[in-house]
Each structure stands twice: as C-alpha cells, then as structure tokens.
C-alpha cells in the first residue's frame, strides 16, 4: 500500500519550527544516489498539496547523474515530467546543513497517480505488497560498513584515513571493536546520534571495524521493511553530512583500499504473522522451517540477484576469500564466513543476516532483492540444505561454488532472472540493465594508469 504525506504533516511542522528558510527535497534513484532540489520554505506547501514536477530521466540516470539516453526515457520520451510526492513522516529538520535547513524525502508517481515502478521505493512496495498478500510482514533492520577519509588526497592521490580532530593522529592497525579508535572519532559520532534523532533514525551503538578508520552502526529492527530502508538512505546522508562538518568524508564505496577490508551491508530479516509473532522462533539454532525455506530461495538466487548487492564496478573487489566478505551461495549458524548467517541468541530472536551486499548498494533494491527470494523459496518451500560448519570459504573452494565475479557476468545473469523479473517488475529490470551497461561502456572508455604501467611499454 502507497502511502502519500498530508498536508497537514507540513503545517504543523512548519508551525513547530518557524527558523525554517529552505528545505531539501530528495529522490533516490537506482543508483542508490539521493537528488533533489533546495527549495525556499515557502514552495513546501505546494508539494504537500500536489506534488512536485521532476523529470524522468532522474529515474535513470548513471552514478555521477549523467543521462542513460538508451533507457529510451530522455529523448524519445521528451523527458517528460513526473510527479513527486512526500514520504510520510520524512520531513524534519537537517542539522548538518544549518539550522535553518529542512528535508524531506520524495517518491515518484505518474501524472495520473499511479506509483512510478522505477522508483526504488515503490519497486519495494511490489515485493512486499507479495508478503502482506500472504499474511505475512518481514522485520528488517539495516548494517553499514564505512570509512572517514580525509577529504584532501596523499602527495600521489592516494585515499587517506581521517586524522582524529583531539588525537590529530591517522589510525594505523586494525584494532578491530577497539575502544581507542571510537574515542578518538567521540565528536563525529556524538553528532551523528545527535542528528539521528533529530531526522528520527534509529541509530544504535558503534564499532570499529576490520580497518583503520573503519566504523559501523546498526541500526534498531522494524516491522516494516520499506521504512527500515529509509532508515538506512536517511542515515547514509546523514553521516556523510556530519563528516564534512568534522574535516573528513564518509565514504560506502565497496572497496576504497586493496589492501584492506571492504564495506558490507548487513541486512537482519524474520518474518512475523498477523499476530506480530516471529515465525522464524526455534530453540533449534537453525531456527524455524519457515527461515530455512526464507534462506533456501535467498541462497538459490544469490547469484541472479549480484547485480543489485553489488552494483558497481568496484563492487567487485571487496569479493575474497577470508576477507569476511562472501564468496559463495553458503548459509550457517553463529558463523561470519558464509553469506547467509543465522546469528546466536533466544528463541524468539531466530532471524538470517544476509552479508553479500557492498555499502555501494541501494538499500531499497538491495531488501526488495533479498526480500524476493526469500518469498520465492517460502512460497516454494526451499531446502536450503545442510548449514556450513566452520570454514565457508573452504567449504565453498571444495564444492567449485562462487557468485559472479565481475560486473558483466553479474549484469547478464539478473537480465535473465525470470523470478526476479516477475517480483521487481520486468521494465524494472529492463531499465537498470541499461543503466548498468551504460555505465560499463563509460567506465572502460577511460585509460586508467593501470594501462600505461601494464601496456605502455609491454604490449
């Protein structure tokens, strides 16, 4: 069910919050990258009334916001106008821009109000409009992985770990849940809870993670996967809003450094009944066979689904073995090497933590992706078969066992994806295709160094 904001949400803001001068208003395309307008507080009636016009081209548009004319919606469509409507309960204040600055999320719609089915909010909704069919409501909770980098490069361009603004120090070791490290980063993360609650994103505790200047924050489950998701946009641009503000960036690229650990995205999911129990409660460790099942069709289309948990070109170098990132269709219980892990704890806590996807990855077609196969192996009562015991990179070398390797391959096989077709929406599907192999005609145009130290001389 799409839910539009009431004019009302905006008046009593507005009314509780009279320093109010501008207001950002975002959509977040398929590339995971929000875009928007900054608006003067004046024009945020209109939208609350009736909408805003943006084009659709915004829907398809590359990673650095360039045109996708071969998604056919630029020319031929005439970039025709969408209408864009406010998230409910998405408009708050932006603290990091001032505190005069406002902003609210926006979802896209067609002239007529039908719900736009590139929008990755509404591909969402398609998947679990299924579930709601079925009596059925996934409880989800997002895990992001992130570096702080200084925002000025090395003498030879090289990426930076930020310097500590009350140590001045850059971090070195690894120093993996040290407390040292959190410390050093007190104020960036003090604001950032700050500005948590204040945009109403429940944000949890931190640690540092398997690298220098390494961090995650979980945040709090919810019986309602859509919101969850927003979550995870509305925090990502928070923190890279308060970073800037403490002299670094906040960067999810997948794989920023070769040599050290890349950044995941974690997703916790159950499933409760109409009654809000968790069907996937079990005092077997394995949980429920309703979770087995859940797991059994999100391990058989892993593969088919890469292409969304890992969308970028750098997506791709995070993918090694014993590097806590995984590397093939394996599932286990209280066990980091496998990509689908049934965490320890009570009964009534049983869930799966899917660990494929890159931080890169945009959270609504990253659950929408997940949350379809898990539909598809409990509506088809999936084995998952037996859980991997102990090492999962091995067990999956001794098996001959991967997901896609490299971008193309990830590209071609969700093109062929019939199931998640027929839960994204095949136009969907259609569409980031395009979008994806602009981007790699765009991306190998370019000679990188590489080319010159390899080539240059040797070819």
Not at 154 to 166: D, F, I, K, W, Y
Not at 248 to 258: D, S, V, Y
Not at 300 to 329: C, D, H, Q, T, W
Not at 414 to 433: P, T, W
Request: hydrophobic content about 40%; some cysteine.
């Amino acid at each position: 069910m799409v839910m539009v904001a009431s004019p009302d949400e905006c008046r009593d803001f507005l009314a509780a919050h009279p320093q109010v001068k501008f207001v950002e208003v975002f959509f977040t395309s398929m590339t995971g990258v929000p875009r928007g307008k900054r608006l003067r507080v004046h024009e945020l009636h209109a939208i609350y009334d009736y909408g805003r016009f943006l084009p659709g081209s915004i829907l398809v548009v590359d990673t650095v916001g360039a045109d996708c004319e071969e998604t056919g919606l630029v020319w031929e469509d005439g970039d025709a106008d969408r209408r864009a409507r406010p998230v409910p309960g998405t408009l708050t204040l932006a603290p990091w821009l001032g505190p005069d600055v406002a902003q609210v999320m926006l979802s896209l719609y067609e002239l007529d109000g039908t719900p736009n089915d590139l929008d990755p909010r509404h591909v969402l909704q398609r998947v679990l409009d299924r579930y709601a069919a079925d009596g059925l409501t996934p409880v989800a909770a997002c895990e992001l992985e992130y570096y702080l980098v200084d925002i000025e490069r090395g003498p030879n361009g090289e990426l930076l770990p930020a310097r500590s603004v009350l140590t001045g120090q850059r971090p070195t070791g690894i120093q993996v849940y040290g407390l040292p490290e959190l410390e050093a980063n007190a104020p960036f993360l003090r604001e950032l809870w700050d500005t948590a609650d204040t945009i109403g994103v429940p944000l949890e505790g931190a640690i540092s993670e398997f690298a220098p200047a390494q961090v995650e924050l979980t945040l709090k489950h919810k019986p309602d996967a859509l919101r969850a998701a927003d979550d995870a946009v509305l925090y990502k641009r928070a923190a890279k809003g308060v970073a800037l503000r403490h002299g670094c960036e906040a960067t999810f690229m997948a794989k920023p450094w070769a040599d050290k650990a890349g950044n995941g995205f974690h997703v916790h999911v159950s499933f409760n009944d109409a009654g809000g129990d968790n069907l996937c409660a079990a005092e077997d460790p394995e949980g429920s066979e309703l979770l087995k099942h859940a797991i059994g069709g999100m391990k058989v289309l892993l593969g088919e689904g890469m292409a969304i948990l890992a969308p970028n070109a750098n997506s791709y170098r995070r993918f090694k073995a014993n590097s806590y990132a995984p590397v093939a269709p394996t599932w286990g219980v209280n066990n980091r090497t496998v990509s689908l892990r049934v965490p320890a704890g009570p009964a009534p806590t049983r869930h799966v933590e899917h660990r494929v996807a890159g931080a890169d990855g945009n959270p609504y077609l990253v659950m929408a992706t997940l949350l379809a196969a898990a539909h598809h192996g409990i509506t088809n009562r999936i084995d998952p078969g037996p859980a991997v015991v102990g090492d999962g990179y091995a067990a999956a070398a001794k098996e001959n066992v991967r997901l896609p390797s490299n971008w193309f391959a990830a590209v071609d096989l969700f093109e062929k994806s019939q199931v998640l077709a027929d839960y994204l929406g095949e136009r969907f599907v259609e569409m980031f295709v395009s979008v994806k192999r602009t981007e790699q005609a765009r991306f190998f145009e370019v000679v990188g160094q590489l080319d010159y130290d390899w080539y240059l001389r040797n070819a």
